[in-house]
């Protein structure tokens, strides 16, 4: 049983960064992606980008290059998403979800989701 | 960027009713990449359908999956309380995987 459990809600004020963390356990860590999506009621469910820890490969929406970055540690097997120079249209629910795919980090289905971390920019 | 576009945006039906939802492609989507998600309130969304046909661990047989020339399709069989819910359809054949914007379920 995988499980992902992410990082308590936060409250940044504009132009700041933020950074979330994503605990998986269960599974393998290594050989399947981490994707980040995020919520928000204009702009429904978007992904952001995903890392796949075992090559240290990530992927990127080029809607967020230049501010987002994503890493993975695999000794505690947690993954992060730090999103920089935030705006109030940054303000969403983020969530973390694992590949079902093994070896890639480009967008697949995904199986398991975190609870999701709110941040709110203001 | 593929755009996916979901129809209805609401459907409301009584238990025992057949369900179908919409999903709409601005470019041509592989089957093999499409998927389909539930998210009640309150929770995280849950995969249901893979692949378009393929039904993820744990989902009841009434939910099923299938595509036309133009449209991939969720159909619910025989609704029942507990599918009431939003539910989103993914392309993941390019980078970025898209979502559609939702149909919200409502059972009467």
């Known amino acids: 049983q995988v499980k992902l459990v992410q990082s308590e809600a936060e409250v940044k004020k504009p132009g700041s960064s933020v950074k979330l963390s994503c605990k998986t356990s269960g599974g393998t860590f290594s050989s399947h992606a981490i994707n980040w999506v995020r919520q928000t009621p204009g702009q429904g469910l978007e992904w952001m980008g995903a890392?796949?820890?075992?090559?240290?490969?990530?992927e990127y929406s080029s809607r967020f290059k230049g501010r987002l970055t994503i890493t993975a540690d695999e000794s505690t097997t947690t993954a992060y998403l730090e999103l920089g120079s935030l705006t109030s249209d940054d303000t969403a629910l983020y969530y973390c979800?694992?590949?079902?795919?093994?070896?890639?980090?480009?967008?697949?289905?995904?199986?398991?989701w975190g609870q999701g971390t709110r941040v709110t920019v203001s | 960027e593929i755009v996916l576009t979901q129809s209805p945006d609401t459907l409301s039906l009584s238990p025992g009713e057949r369900a179908t939802l919409f999903c709409r492609a601005s470019q041509s989507v592989l089957s093999s990449y499409v998927a389909w998600y539930q998210q009640k309130p309150g929770q995280s969304p849950r995969l249901l359908i893979y692949g378009t046909y393929t039904r993820a661990t744990g989902i009841p047989d009434r939910f099923s999956g299938s595509e036309s020339e133009t449209d991939f399709t969720l159909t619910i069989s025989k609704v029942e309380a507990e599918d009431s819910a939003v539910y989103y359809c993914q392309q993941y054949v390019n980078t970025p995987g898209t979502f559609g914007q939702g149909s919200k379920l409502e059972i009467k």
């Open positions: 890392i796949l820890p075992m090559f240290d490969a990530t």
């Open positions: 979800a694992r590949a079902f795919d093994h070896g890639t980090a480009k967008p697949t289905q995904f199986a398991s």
